[in-house]
């Protein structure tokens, strides 16, 4: 299914899991299977180095989500990993 990434007034991205492949489209699907929505890109870029937990984020609504869960909880799995290889 499709997982729309956004940042409120701001980027936009469609991440597409098809046949155990990711692919990333930039823009705003109508029909994503989930959404994860960023209030800012200083919230996004925190989330990126670790410095916000997305899980806090998302109990203070800088993060909105909707939709199938469990992709988003295997995203945010994915997220954990980034600040590891940004340091």
Request: aromatic share 6%.
């Amino acid at each position: 299914g499709d997982l729309q990434l956004a940042v409120i007034d701001g980027p936009a991205y469609i991440l597409r899991i098809k046949d155990h492949k990711l692919t990333t489209i930039e823009g705003v699907t109508n029909t994503p299977s989930s959404r994860m929505i960023f209030s800012s890109l200083d919230v996004l870029g925190g989330v990126l180095r670790g410095e916000i937990a997305a899980f806090s984020a998302i109990g203070s609504q800088d993060i909105r989500i909707s939709g199938y869960v469990p992709n988003l909880d295997n995203f945010n799995r994915l997220l954990g990993l980034v600040s590891q290889y940004l340091s």
